[in-house]
Structure formats: C-alpha cells, structure tokens
C-alpha cells in the first residue's frame, strides 16, 4: 500500500500570497496517477487536479500541480477568500487507492 | 448535469448492518465505475472499494474484505453500499464517487480520479 504523506499540516497564510503543498508517497505512484481534492466545512471533497498537473474541468489557473515519482506539489498563486480550506492528495495509480492524511489552507 | 444523490442519515447500534444508495443522474450509468470512500469526524479520506455497474464485479481493499458489500441496479442507476457488523470506529460520512475515466480493464491495478461526488451519508454507530 502507498501512504502519502501531506505537508505542512495547516498552513497560515493570508489572501493574495501562493501556498505551496507537499505530498511525498512512500513508493512511486505509477504513471503520475496523482489527483488533488478540496473539502470545504460540511462539503464532499471536489477534484482539482488529475495526472498529477492536470486541472479538473472549472478549476481556476490560479491551481497548478507539479511532481512525479514520490514527490508532488500543488501550488495556489495567489489565494482567494475561497479557497481556504483542506486539501487531500490521492494515488490511484495502485491498488488500494490511498489518500494523504491533508494540508489545512486557513487565514492568517 | 452529473449528479450522485446519496441516501439520509442513519443510525446503527454495534454489530448491526446498513445500506446506503447511491443515485446516478446525468451521464450512462454503465459508463463510469463507482467508488465508496469515508470519513470519520475530523479526519481524512478512506477508500472502501470499487464497483462495476455493467456487471457488478466489485473490489475492496483488505481492511473491508468480508464486511463491505457493494451492488447496483441499473434499473434504477442506484449503487447501494452495505457494511456489516458495526463499530463505534465506523461513525463517519460514507460518500460514493464517480471513477472519471470510462472504459478502461476494471481488473487493472490503477483506477482513476474521483471527478463527480454524493453529498455523503452520515452513519453513526452507537449503542
């Protein structure tokens, strides 16, 4: 099993500055088979990004991912109000798919 | 418009069952696999398994092998999620979610991204 692990856990940043996330898998994740998701308080997660560097349909250019083998980034230039929030990696690249234990994007 | 609407809330006592149902709209139903993943209060993803609604072939990681089922009906493209002999460990949000890639050997080792959600399901397990 893949485990992925997130960092920063939370990251303090105001709006208007970048915020960059990390996400290093334990083993190669096959093929750059590595999405992004958001969470929103009481929402479902939404997907933000595919094949490691690829935005979802709707996602602002604002979202960019980065990264292959064991080592992933997702980079927001400039934060918005709303994107605040909790942000998972996932590997689907093997079986079991497994998530990052999440990077919190809160105001500071 | 794609849409995944998910069964109420529920509440189970220990060792007991339930099934939450998955409702597709806006896409072929036989198209796109569906995956069940959870959420404890607070904490982060689990992916409890995939299922093919053309034939209903299912896969579950070890964790949940013996105490996940996953079926569809087509009739109704609904996917329904049944877990069985509850824990207090297993109070969380049950979301289904669509595989976005149609098409591909479901017996592969690799899935796809999850690009369309249910509002998730609440299932408290308390005595």
């Known amino acids: 099993e893949i485990v992925l692990t997130q960092s920063p856990g939370t990251l303090s940043l105001s709006p208007g500055e970048r915020a960059t996330l990390s996400c290093r898998a334990s083993q190669t994740v096959t093929s750059s088979y590595l999405a992004w998701y958001q969470q929103k308080p009481g929402q479902a997660p939404t997907l933000l990004m595919y094949g490691a560097s690829t935005r979802a349909t709707g996602i602002p250019d604002r979202f960019s991912g980065s990264g292959s083998g064991t080592v992933f980034t997702l980079t927001i230039s400039r934060l918005e109000p709303e994107d605040f929030a909790v942000y998972y990696c996932?590997?689907?690249?093997?079986?079991?798919?497994?998530f990052g234990g999440g990077t919190k994007v809160e105001i500071k | 418009q794609v849409q995944l609407m998910q069964s109420g809330a529920e509440v189970r006592k220990p060792g007991a069952s339930v099934r939450v149902s998955c409702k597709a709209s806006?896409?072929?139903?036989?198209?796109?696999?569906i995956h069940w993943v959870r959420q404890a209060p607070g904490q982060g993803l689990e992916w409890m398994g995939i299922?093919?609604?053309?034939?209903?072939?299912?896969k579950y990681p070890q964790k949940f092998q013996g105490r996940v089922t996953m079926t569809r009906d087509t009739s109704t493209l609904t996917v329904y999620m049944e877990l069985n002999s509850l824990r207090n460990e297993d109070t969380a949000v049950y979301y289904c979610?669509?595989?976005?890639?149609?098409?591909?050997?479901?017996?592969?080792?690799?899935?796809?991204?999850?690009?369309?959600w249910g509002q998730g399901t609440l299932v408290t397990v308390s005595s």
């Open positions: 979610a669509r595989d976005s890639d149609p098409g591909y050997d479901f017996w592969s080792d690799s899935h796809s991204s999850l690009d369309y």
């Open positions: 299922i093919n609604p053309t034939d209903n072939s299912t």
């Open positions: 806006g896409y072929i139903f036989t198209r796109h696999y």
């Open positions: 996932q590997q689907y690249g093997s079986s079991p798919l497994t």
